[in-house]
Antibody
Framework: QVQLQQSGAELVKPGSSVKISCKAS????????MHWIKQQPGNGLEWIGW????????KYNQKFNGKATLTADKSSSTAYMQLSSLTSEDSAVYFC?????????WGQGTLVTVSS | DTVLTQSPALAVSPGERVTISCRAS??????MHWYQQKPGQQPKLLIY???NLESGVPARFSGSGSGTDFTLTIDPVEADDTATYFC????????FGGGTKLELK
């Protein structure tokens, strides 16, 4: 069965960076887009972008250009998202999601808290 | 960006029929999908392609619409349906609606 296992919660300082991971199993990692979604407490969902692990192609929501960097390691079937220059506005739960047009498979989410 | 607008909240009694609406700022054809999210959980796909029921989702859930106006219907509503429901479009990149919180009376 398809599983997306994300890394644990992070407490990071303003101005720093964080890299969260999403290990995929149960399917061919290189054959499906991996998307990343942001959800702030009590708020809705924001699409950050996607990466196609097969060739490394990426596309970002313009809002997250320069904030998020998506990468993938085919050897370990793991997708990564690095967030830079963190502020309190980046405090949120981040989900990795397998899908193309719709999202049937979600990771459990990684809570990132930005605080000094 | 394609903006999706949802009513923020609804309250219904168990056994009733409820419709949750989502309006897009521009046509998304049938590229609309619906999710259910309960507190502390990841969203769960209910409907894809505007009207297709995801495998394993009860037939009480249905979707309709095309272009700019879409509806998720739950009939009949059960107590376990208390959750927030999000629409998402895939016609122009990806965006989500703000969510509709469904409460049971």
């Amino acid at each position: 069965q398809v599983q997306l296992q994300q890394s644990g919660a992070e407490l990071v300082k303003p101005g720093s960076s964080v890299k969260i991971s999403c290990k995929a199993s149960g399917y061919t990692f290189t054959s499906y887009d991996m998307h990343w979604i942001k959800q702030q407490p009590g708020n809705g969902l924001e699409w950050i972008g996607w990466i196609y692990p097969g060739n490394g192609n990426t596309k970002y929501n313009q809002k997250f250009n320069g904030k998020a960097t998506l990468t993938a390691d085919k050897s370990s079937s793991t997708a990564y998202m690095q967030l830079s220059s963190l502020t309190s506005e980046d405090s949120a739960v981040y989900f990795c999601v397998r899908g193309v047009r719709w999202f049937a498979y979600w990771g459990q989410g990684t809570l990132v808290t930005v605080s000094s | 960006d394609t903006v999706l607008t949802q009513s923020p909240a609804l309250a219904v009694s168990p056994g009733e029929r409820v419709t949750i609406s989502c309006r897009a700022s521009e046509s998304v054809s049938t590229g609309m999908h619906w999710y259910q999210q309960k507190p502390g959980q990841q969203p769960k796909l209910l409907i894809y392609g505007a009207s297709n029921l995801e495998s394993g989702v009860p037939a009480r859930f249905s979707g309709s619409g095309s272009g700019t106006d879409f509806t998720l219907t739950i009939d009949p509503v059960e107590a376990d349906d208390t959750a927030t429901y999000f629409c998402q479009q895939s016609w122009n990149d990806r965006t989500f609606g703000g969510g509709t919180k469904l409460e049971l009376k």
